[in-house]
Structures are given as C-alpha cells and as structure tokens.
C-alpha cells in the first residue's frame, strides 16, 4: 500500500488528507465518497515513520499468524449472496446486507470494506483480489467467472458447492486420520515415560560395565540423554524452526516453490494435493468453456485456483502453448500431469466439438480419485503407524537385552 497526499477545497477553503492504497488510480476513486469538497491534487509521498514500523509488525504478525474465516460462516454467506443476486438485488446491496448481518468479525470487515470498494468504482472482482489470502483464489476466480460470464448467481452457487466438497474432504480427512493421530500421540508420551523413568534405571547399571555397548543401547541412551538434559531445549528448538519455517514461507516465494515441488512427492500428501487442485481447475476450467469464454480466457481463470505453485506453473504454461499455435490436447499433454487416457478423452471432444463435456468427465474422474484415496486414508497410514510402533519397541527392547545378553555370557565364561 502507498501513501498520497490529497489536497481539496470545500466551501472556500483548502485542506488535505492522507489516504493509502495500491495505485493513484485507486486513491483517486476513493477520494470521491471520503474526501469533501474538490480534489485539487494528489501526490505519493512517504510514510510516516510510526505507520512504517506499524506496517513492519503488521507484515510480521500477517505473515505467522494468518487471519482466518470460518469456512462454514464463509459457506453460508456465499449462499445468500447467491440467493440474493438470483432474486434480483444489485450485488452492492447484496454485499452491504451481508456484511451488516455477518457474524465472523474478520469476514464482516472483509464485506464491509468491499462494500466501500464497489461504492468507489471497482469492480467485485477488483475487491475481492485484495482479500485472496483470507478468501482464497477459488474464491477470487469464481467471482471473476460470474462477472465475466454475467451470471453471478449460477457462479456463486457453484462456488458453495466446491468449498462445501472440500470443507466436507477436510472433514473426512480429519476423521480419518484420528485413529492413527491418537496413537501417534500415544507412542510419543510411552516413549517419553521410558525415556523419563525406565531407561535411567538401566543407565546406572550399563554404566557399571567395562564392555563396549552394542549400537540399540547407545541410541537409546543418547535419546534419555537428549530428553532428560535437552528436553526444554530440544522443545524450544522445534517451536523455534516451525516459527521461521512458516515466516519464511509465507515471506518468500522462491521457498515456497521449493517446498510446493518437493510436496508433491510425499506419500500421500502429493496425491491429496494433485487430484484436489485439478479436479478443481478442468471443473472451473469445463464451467468457463461451456459458458463461452475463449480457452485462453478460461485458463487464466482456473489457474488461479491453484494454490501450489508448481501447479500452477505447469498448468499456465498451457496457454502459452496455445498461444504458439498448439492445441489443447498437445498443451496438456506437455504439462504430464494427465494420464493417457484423459489425454485420449480430451482429443475425442477436441475433434468433436465437446471440449467441456470432456473436461468435466476428467474433472469427475480426478473426483473420484480424491475420494477414494480419502474413503481409504486410515488404511494407508495404518502401515506407518505400525512401523513406528515396531521401531520403538526394538529400540527398547534391544537396547535393554542385548547388554543383559553380554552380562550374561560373560558371568558364564
């Protein structure tokens, strides 16, 4: 956000007024309803120093601590906008009441100031681009597909439906990863107990012996020692580094399309992230062509619903291949993130003239593919859990009786 300085006279006499917004364009739309009298001049001048460290703390705190809406607040508000948009009140009007009615203080402020955004001139659009963190870009682009299709009411009902599906995934997600998240908890805490009051026990006893320890001992005394002496330390480091990891990156985006590549090769993980992000983009993507958009127009839109960058990446350059003169099929194709029989499903509505009924099959498909891998998520992990479990255990156990093993041959010879 910048500064400008705007100078006005109202009923003879001159005044000025300090306003912040991205461009001077801005400002000069803003000046209109908040500025009385006659707009003589606006210049971009320098922050104060005291709103110069206050945007420091606030760039700090934003980027660590991240402003969240309840989604199903979200969900519902969106709902009504629908509702009311589809009965025929202006989308300002919609926006204002909605945003007077909210109960979710961040997504009231949101509304409001959007509200105040379209009185001074912008679009909805425009508006809600400002508020993409706290929105999100499926968001932000629905919106954009209802004000360039000219149908906001189908556009904001279809959105519902999509933050209701992934709101209902994440739940799934949640449920189905309780089992092995409690007992991932309670392999931490028995771990601890023996790191704490049985392990210490044997060390007194180990230390004793005038023979080298055998290597499960020697890991296991060096995580008593590290719990036992380090643990204050060893917690605070943890705290420590998920703090500067999550600062960095949601301060650079260089670490982000680091960690967004690397992700998508996480068991699991990848794949959630994979089928949930293109079932979303050909969905919006098969909505778009449908409603007559050029290609290239509608790619630039579902593209924005892609929150991984190396995605996102991929998925853009379909339409500068487009643009070079390729078709679609050859575009998606290049990006390798289609299998080949969706490629060969694509090519079929090419060349019949029924790209988006194909799209949408493929957007069912990747569907589909998310749910089962979500229906089957307690299976998949059940695996790791138990690999835990057997580690700590032979840790344990072979660090306890292998030494006992050697105190006894030795008592023998």
Not at 75 to 86: D, E, F, G, N, Y
Not at 298 to 317: H, P, Q, W
Request: overall charge neutral.
């Amino acid at each position: 956000m910048k500064y400008f300085r705007v100078e006005f006279i109202n009923r003879g006499k001159k005044g000025h007024k300090m306003m912040r917004a991205p461009t001077k364009k801005d400002v000069t739309n803003l000046a209109k309803g908040k500025v009385p009298g006659i707009v003589l001049k606006i210049d971009e001048v320098s922050p104060p120093l005291e709103d110069r460290l206050k945007d420091i703390m606030e760039n700090i705190q934003g980027a660590l601590f991240k402003k969240k809406i309840n989604s199903d607040a979200l969900i519902s508000s969106l709902k009504q906008l629908a509702v009311m948009t589809h009965a025929g009140i202006s989308i300002h009007d919609s926006i204002r009441e909605i945003g007077k009615a909210a109960e979710d203080e961040v997504l009231k402020e949101i509304f409001m100031q959007m509200n105040d955004d379209l009185n001074s001139g912008l679009s909805l659009t425009e508006s809600a681009t400002k508020f993409k963190e706290e929105l999100g870009n499926i968001t932000v682009s629905m919106i954009e597909m209802g004000e360039t299709t000219g149908n906001m009411a189908e556009s904001l009902i279809k959105l519902a439906e999509i933050l209701d599906d992934t709101l209902a995934n994440q739940k799934q997600i949640k449920k189905a990863l309780a089992y092995p998240r409690n007992v991932g908890i309670a392999i931490v805490v028995a771990f601890a107990i023996l790191m704490s009051y049985v392990v210490p026990k044997f060390k007194e006893i180990f230390a004793e012996l005038d023979f080298p320890l055998p290597l499960p001992t020697k890991i296991m005394l060096a995580c008593e020692e590290a719990i036992n002496q380090h643990g204050v330390l060893l917690i605070s480091s943890v705290v420590i580094t998920v703090v500067v990891i999550k600062f960095v990156l949601r301060s650079s985006v260089e670490a982000r399309e680091w960690k967004d590549k690397n992700i998508l090769k996480v068991y699991l993980i990848g794949n959630l992230i994979l089928y949930g992000s293109m079932s979303r983009f050909t969905l919006i993507f098969a909505e778009l062509v449908k409603a007559g958009l050029p290609v290239t127009e509608a790619l630039d839109t579902a593209v924005m619903t892609i929150e991984n960058l190396e995605l996102k990446k991929k998925l853009g350059n379909v339409k500068l291949s487009i643009e070079k003169g390729m078709n679609l099929t050859d575009s998606l194709r290049e990006t390798e993130l289609f299998e080949s029989m969706l490629i060969q499903m694509i090519k079929a509505g090419e060349e019949g003239g029924s790209v988006s009924e194909m799209i949408a099959n493929v957007a069912n498909y990747y569907k589909q593919k998310l749910q089962e891998l979500i229906d089957n998520l307690s299976s998949y992990v059940e695996p790791i859990m138990l690999a835990a479990i057997t580690a700590m255990v032979l840790l344990i156990a072979l660090g306890i009786f292998m030494p006992m093993w050697e105190m006894g041959s030795a008592a023998k010879n």
